[in-house]
């Protein structure tokens, strides 16, 4: 379930609030064991993923580093070739005609 929760800190540009908050529901999600809540606990999780999202926001942004920003394209792009070295290279969706 987590692993949609990516490192949101020093990167430009910076971390959107859309960005945040899909990892605040990702951690609650976790922390809550389900995906969806009942109508009972439906209250209490929206709470507690916009309370994530506020302590998360309010976190990154006041988070210090001396380090450059990373570039999101190319952390994207590295990240893609770790998963292709990992799990292979995903197959074209367009079938190839002999020659």
Known sequence: MCRNIK???????????????????QFVRKL???????????EAFRRAIDETFSVARRLV??????????????????AKARSAERFGRVPS??????A
């Open 7 to 25: 490192t949101l800190f020093n990167f430009a540009p910076p971390a959107t609030d859309e960005e945040i908050r899909a990892a605040s529901l």
């Open 61 to 78: 942004d006041t988070l210090v580093t001396t380090a450059p920003p990373r570039d999101r394209a190319l952390e994207a792009e590295k």
């Open 32 to 42: 809550s064991g389900f995906t969806a809540p009942s109508k009972a606990n439906e």
């Open 93 to 98: 969706a367009k079938p190839t005609t002999p």
